[in-house]
């Protein structure tokens, strides 16, 4: 499988519209980046230009005292795009630090950002208080502008993106309005894509699933594994019988058959699940082995694309390289503009 940049179909690039999404290489994925992003990713790349950022500079405003994680979980997550699916060939995939022109253009925009459109920002106020932050840094405050930056250094015209990131990218629509109003058409105003699915709720049914939280099920994990995962997983509270009626609105484990076990196939048996365990029918240990072969089922082809990648990290390293390349191309062009744009000389 050849990578390079140059032996892509000509004018694949110009001709389609571009996606800009990414994540943080916090740990490896799980499956709830495989139903609210990876697999519309997925179903994306044959559509559209997508680029796909490692964005290791922004797991680093959270996780600065421990950056061999972060360095880890870069090659991590890229075997874990190969695993669902992605394709090189048709994706461009690329490490956030490797671009120095996307620090370049989060300083540009920074200077025509507001401090209080920051602090105002309900995402970052949700993250910094549950990470019990009592002080903001300036990259964590600053993380929605190096957003702009990545988005807008190649030209993005499409992020798809969960709710949460919505205010994020309206702040790069401001940016961009700004920008070209003040000194001239030059940056792409990009358009978020909400996906339909909600957040994926954790094992715990604390929250959201989470990397950091260590609350989900990582696309990697060996069948065992996910066994004592979904045994682990809170049901409903008040069904302390097999044969209580329970109530499936409020159970952890039937979310899961909703978005990646029976329901994801369309099958009538979710319905019956859930007038089984109505009904009382249905004890929560048949349901959870249940899911289990659901899950083991929907990650096998996962699991196997991974082992054949992992035997094969030059291979990765190449995808990354490549990636980076074209990248660092279409964000030089970017900068090149801005700076002309901003007046500064260019020597
Ligand atoms: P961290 O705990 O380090 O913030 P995370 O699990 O929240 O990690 P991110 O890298 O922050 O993952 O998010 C990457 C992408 O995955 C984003 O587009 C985000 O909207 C989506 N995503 C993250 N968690 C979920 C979830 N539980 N359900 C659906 N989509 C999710
Ligand atoms: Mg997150």
Redesign the pocket.
Known sequence: MDVRTENRPTGMETHRKRIL???????R??V??Y????RSRVALQDKYDSFIEI?DIQ?LT??FEQPEVVAENVHQVCLDYLAVGLDPEKVTIFVQSAVPEIAELTVFYSLITSVNSLRHNPTIKT?AAERGYTSLSYGFLGYPVSQAADITSVGAHLV???D??LPHIELTRDIVRRFNALYGPVLVEPQALV?E??????LDGGG??????GN?ISLSDAPELVRAKVKSAVTDPQRLHAHDPGHPEVCVVHTYHRYLGEGARGSEALADFERSCRAGAIGCAACKENLTRSLNTLLAPARERRRYYEERPGFVKEVLAAGITRVRGEAALTVSRVKSALRLVQF
């Open positions: 999404t990414g994540d943080r290489p916090t740990g994925l799980h709830g980046h139903v609210g992003s990876l964005a797991a959270t996780d993250e798809p993106v969960g949460d990131q996906g699915c909600p957040r994926l709720v954790g959201k699933m989470s990397k950091s939280k989900g």
